[in-house]
């Protein structure tokens, strides 16, 4: 059986005064909560509030982004030890942000996934079409060609240690939801692809969706077979939304 896990994304949002309301709220109302993994990956500089306010809960905290180098002169780059510095479990890898703003390819995602994997960091990988591609028709070709870069580079094993995110880029900051069904369609082909690698490592595999998940459809999302949580952009902002998320996911 599957654990699943609800994520959520703060991407460049927060401060210490409002971090501290809103994980004040997913601790006091989550510590404990059984039906799923609950973790947030926040800003770096935001790593040792989260690590000082979540530390001894059962809630996990990450980041959004980490170097494919162990060290060096790589000027405004964080590397995983880093990360582990700070108790970090989680780090998202090639969120759809990152390739279409700062130019991620899927051999730098690859790369750094990898990293992650070694440093012993559980990647979440996003991969996603856009929805040019998704009317062209190309759905699957892109979501393979994004999932077949990292498995060339890390290996299928890797996926043994590491989350899946689908998030069609379409689908995300805009309220414009995947229904149930075209979501399931293609958390159904990621297993698939996986399973043409590794039986074990398919099944086992968590593929989280992401795309304006929020409180009035996570539950109908989660409730497909092969969707395992979800990762939550916007709605992970509003303790209460994020909150109804997470008790929306449940074995
Ligand atoms: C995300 O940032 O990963 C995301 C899914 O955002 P949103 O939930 O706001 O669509």
């Known amino acids: 059986m599957r654990q699943k896990l609800v994520a959520g994304n703060w991407k460049m949002h927060g401060s210490l005064q409002s971090n501290r309301i809103l994980l004040g709220r997913v601790r006091d109302e989550l510590d404990g909560w059984q039906g799923a993994e609950v973790s947030v990956c926040v800003p770096a500089p935001y790593l040792a509030q989260a690590q000082s306010m979540l530390s001894g809960s059962s809630i996990a905290w990450g980041a959004q982004n980490v170097s494919k180098h162990a060290s060096g002169a790589y000027t405004g780059e964080v590397s995983a030890s880093m990360l582990l510095d700070f108790d970090c479990r989680h780090v998202l890898i090639g969120h759809s942000e990152r390739r279409a703003l700062y130019g991620e390819s ?146």
């Open 106 to 251: 899927d051999h730098a995602a690859a790369a750094k996934f990898a990293a992650a994997v070694a440093a012993g960091l559980v990647p979440v990988l996003c991969v996603g079409e856009t929805l040019h591609e998704r009317e062209a028709g190309v759905t699957e070709a892109v979501i393979a060609r994004q999932i077949d870069a990292v498995l060339d580079k890390a290996g299928i094993a890797a996926f043994g240690r590491a989350v899946v995110a689908y998030e069609p880029v379409w689908a995300i900051g805009t309220g414009r939801t995947a229904t149930p069904e075209q979501a399931q369609a293609v958390h159904a082909f990621i297993r698939n692809r996986l399973r043409e690698r590794d039986a074990l490592v398919a099944e086992n595999q968590v593929i989280l969706y992401g795309g304006s998940v929020k409180a009035t459809n996570a539950a109908e999302l989660f409730s497909q077979p092969d969707i395992d949580g979800g990762l939550v952009g916007g709605a992970s902002l509003v303790a209460e939304e994020f909150i109804a998320i997470c008790r929306a996911a449940r074995p």
